[in-house]
């Protein structure tokens, strides 16, 4: 049974940072797509990140490259995002999300939603003007 943990969210302003963290209960962390995705009330869930977990591979969505850094470390079972220069439409519950078909992580597929087979609860992020 594979089980996330998100955590680090909170309420910034405009311009602010925040780091959140996914721990992940798997038997083998390694090499499967790990994936950040938000969903702001009435809009559908985004895929916004996918780290390839021991491999390297990176991919973003536009809307948050080059602000949004996604990074794992395997001797924690973790993986994060480091989100600077928030903006207002930043503001969404962020889930992590696990995709054990890893080759995900090298199609569009990453952004899929109904890809991923392991979700957690969800951490709120507010941006403030």
């Known amino acids: 049974q594979v089980q996330l943990a998100e955590s680090g969210g909170g309420s910034v302003q405009a311009g602010g940072s925040l780091r959140l963290s996914c721990a992940a209960s798997i038997y083998t962390f390694s090499y499967n797509c790990m994936g950040w995705f938000r969903q702001a009330p009435g809009k559908e869930r985004e895929g916004i990140a996918a780290i390839y977990t021991g491999g390297g591979r990176r991919v973003y969505a536009d809307s948050v490259k080059g602000r949004f850094t996604i990074s794992e470390d395997n001797s924690k079972n973790t993986v994060y995002l480091q989100m600077n220069n928030l903006k207002p439409e930043d503001t969404a519950m962020y889930y992590c999300?696990?995709?054990?078909?890893?080759?995900?992580?090298?199609?569009?597929?990453?952004?899929?939603?109904?890809?991923?087979?392991?979700w957690g609860q969800g951490t709120q992020v507010t941006v403030s003007e």
């Open positions: 999300a696990a995709d054990l078909a890893s080759y995900d992580c090298y199609s569009g597929s990453w952004s899929s939603a109904p890809e991923y087979n392991y």
